[in-house]
């Protein structure tokens, strides 16, 4: 009886440390793959927004004659879109998103759902990300109440949009991401932000929303 318990205890050591290594990982690993991979983000946002501001001043230039800087190419699935900033979390909170909602796409950064608004835009614009794993950019979104500013950094735009409020919903619950926000089909009349992540944390059983309206714009600075 005592080799048995002797056993039992030390698999249940080993069963312990296994686990604890397994969430060291979770928590700490994939955070610093996504910290590399948010270097390499940012880096291709500020190449991008370089070469349109270089279009832009173009295109005004005396050379040039009517007509304006061409659009830049929309990106492809998980390659940097924009930035978001939120004051409330502190000037280090800063995230480049991608384009795209996949798993792949999401362990880089939060994603931009394809097919919603644009930054700005009439409509509702829709992003995804981890709340505890792959840095866990949205791991404090339940702290954001009605009022909070949510910053998205565009190449020469910021949009400042506002909480307007928070739910949990099933997962199921994908109408959230509609251009009216629980209303499928109706048109929308608004510039919406909606922030998806888990809930609760290190559990997907639910999804916390967070609802955001356009309050204002303004030129972006080099330091966004």
């Not at 205890?9 to 948010?38: I, P």
């Not at 270089?54 to 659009?71: D, M, W």
């Not at 009605?146 to 949009?159: C, H, P």
């Not at 209303?183 to 609802?211: D, E, I, N």
């Amino acid at each position: 009886m005592r080799t048995v318990l002797r056993s039992l205890a030390e698999l249940s050591m080993t069963a312990g440390l296994v686990l604890a290594m397994f969430v060291g990982y979770l928590a700490w690993g994939t955070g610093q793959y996504t910290h590399r991979e948010q270097g390499d983000l940012h880096s291709e946002l500020e190449r991008r927004w370089n070469a349109t501001q270089t279009r832009r001043l173009a295109a005004a230039g005396p050379q040039r004659v009517g007509g304006g800087a061409s659009a830049a190419a929309a990106p492809a699935a998980g390659e940097a879109y924009a930035l978001i900033r939120v004051p409330k979390f502190g000037p280090s909170y800063r995230y480049a998103v991608v384009e795209g909602v996949g798993t792949a796409d999401l362990r880089r950064g939060p994603g931009h759902y394809p097919g919603t608004a644009e930054p700005g835009q009439v409509g509702n614009m829709a992003i995804a990300g981890h709340r505890t794993t792959y840095g866990g950019p949205f791991e404090r979104n339940g702290e954001l109440a009605r009022g909070d500013e949510i910053l998205i950094d565009t190449a020469a735009t910021t949009f400042v949009y506002r909480v307007t409020r928070r739910i949990v919903v099933r997962p199921s619950r994908t109408d959230v991401t509609a251009p009216v926000p629980g209303k499928p089909g109706r048109r929308p009349r608004k510039a919406m932000l909606t922030l998806t992540t888990c809930h609760p944390k290190f559990s997907a059983a639910y999804r916390l929303v967070v609802f955001a309206e356009l309050a204002g714009r303004r030129a972006r600075t080099a330091a966004a």
